[in-house]
């Protein structure tokens, strides 16, 4: 069992930006399963329960204990079901009366619902004594998670593919091997870059005891769970391109607009002349201004509200600072260590070792 030491002392706020080439970020079940769009803007829509979603699978994909899972029918289950399995498969009454604090073990065991919350309203089963044990000891169990990610629109207006809509599959039947075709609905974007928001709240963490070493997990598993958790046939084609953590000095506070100090800067993006949004293509096609955001992080600085900002930037994506392109998100970090920023740039792929499940 995860031990569950001293909780979040500090504020954070997360801009996490990633981008979508060519595939189906997040398609819409009530809408042929169409990439989401605002009808108005044209905006690339992703949900915040999506994002969630590859956090998740990341953490299971890790060895963490995770309570919002598919099972290996692929369906979710029954909450009580998944909640005995976080315990650690308990399958009898007796084994739920030993542990002594239930509601403490689980969230040791459960780190999704220590970054995101959870309901936990079991259903009393007269029928399996293991699930009405469980509900008459697990008094509440209602969690607000202190890690509240927002949906992202995508700096753009993004184009449907077209020329990918219909996909025909070739199949074989049982008998005499007759091969036939059938249509399938292959819908997809053709580039979209979308700033991600979230607020990390230090009293919401006193409830599910999200701890200073979770937070920093999340500085890692957000760029590889984009990395690993995107492989599917719809979903290759995201990747993550920048990453920042502010973590607030001073209790409550926060400055809460970041990601809206992020713009597309047209005019630096490398191309002879501003390309309109039908025609971005990839991540060569676009440079983000980044001028409000550093100089807002400068100004916090300065005014000592912030401990630390984490960092994490690709090498891909160009940045610019009052119209002149200053490197890439790569650089980012040595651009706000100038501005006196106290900065940790984040080395992923060494740094996620620690954040592993101990044996």
């Known amino acids: 069992m995860t031990e569950i030491t001293d909780t979040v002392a500090n504020r954070s706020e997360i801009v996490f930006i990633t981008d979508a080439q060519d595939c189906n970020?997040?398609?819409?079940?009530?809408?042929?399963?169409?990439?989401?769009?605002?009808?108005?803007?044209?905006?690339?829509?992703?949900?915040?329960?999506r994002l969630k979603r590859?956090?998740?699978?990341?953490?299971?994909?890790d060895g963490h204990g995770v309570f919002v899972k598919k099972t290996a029918e692929g369906t979710s289950g029954s909450r009580a079901a998944l909640a005995l399995d976080v315990l650690g498969d308990i399958t009898t009454e007796e084994e739920l009366e030993e542990?002594?604090?239930?509601?403490?073990?689980?969230?040791a065991n459960a780190l999704d619902v220590r970054y995101f919350g959870a309901t936990l309203s079991f259903n009393k089963d007269a029928e399996n004594p293991v699930h009405?044990?469980?509900?008459?000891?697990?008094?509440?169990?209602?969690?607000?998670?202190?890690v509240q990610f927002s949906p992202a629109r995508s700096l753009n207006a993004v184009e449907l593919n077209e020329e990918s809509n219909t996909l025909t599959s070739v199949i074989s039947t049982n008998e005499g091997k007759d091969v036939g075709g059938y249509g399938l609905d292959d819908h997809r974007i053709k580039y979209g870059i979308f700033p991600f928001h979230a607020i990390i709240d230090e009293h919401g963490a006193e409830n599910t005891g999200l701890t200073d070493s979770d937070v920093e997990r999340l500085d890692t598993l957000c760029w590889r769970a984009l990395k690993n958790?995107?492989?599917?046939?719809?979903?290759?084609?995201?990747?993550?391109?920048?990453?920042?953590?502010?973590?607030?000095?001073?209790?409550?506070?926060?400055d809460g607009d970041l990601h809206n100090a992020i713009t597309l800067d047209r005019e630096s993006a490398g191309n002879s002349e501003p390309m309109p949004d039908e025609e971005l293509r990839n991540v060569n096609?676009?440079?983000?201004?980044?001028?409000?955001?550093?100089?807002?992080?400068?100004?916090?600085?300065?005014?000592?509200?912030?401990?630390?900002?984490?960092?994490?930037?690709?090498?891909?994506?160009?940045?610019?600072?009052?119209?002149?392109?200053?490197?890439?998100?790569?650089?980012?970090?040595s651009e706000l260590n100038v501005r006196g920023v106290p900065t940790h740039e984040v080395d992923v792929y060494e740094e996620f070792q620690e954040t592993l499940p101990s044996e």
Not at 99 to 107: G, P, S, T
Not at 325 to 332: C, M
């Open 229 to 254: 958790q995107t492989v599917s046939r719809s979903k290759v084609g995201q990747s993550p391109r920048l990453y920042l953590r502010v973590e607030y000095a001073k209790e409550g506070f926060q």
């Open 132 to 146: 009405e044990a469980l509900y008459d000891q697990f008094e509440g169990g209602n969690y607000t998670g202190p």
């Open 54 to 61: 590859y956090l998740r699978d990341q953490l299971e994909a």
């Open 285 to 333: 096609d676009v440079c983000l201004d980044v001028t409000t955001l550093l100089n807002r992080l400068e100004t916090l600085s300065d005014a000592g509200q912030v401990e630390s900002v984490a960092v994490i930037g690709s090498e891909y994506l160009s940045v610019s600072v009052d119209g002149d392109v200053i490197g890439t998100a790569a650089d980012l970090g």
């Open 25 to 49: 970020p997040n398609g819409n079940p009530l809408g042929e399963n169409r990439p989401r769009q605002d009808p108005v803007t044209g905006q690339g829509v992703i949900t915040d329960v």
């Open 99 to 107: 542990i002594d604090d239930i509601a403490e073990q689980f969230l």
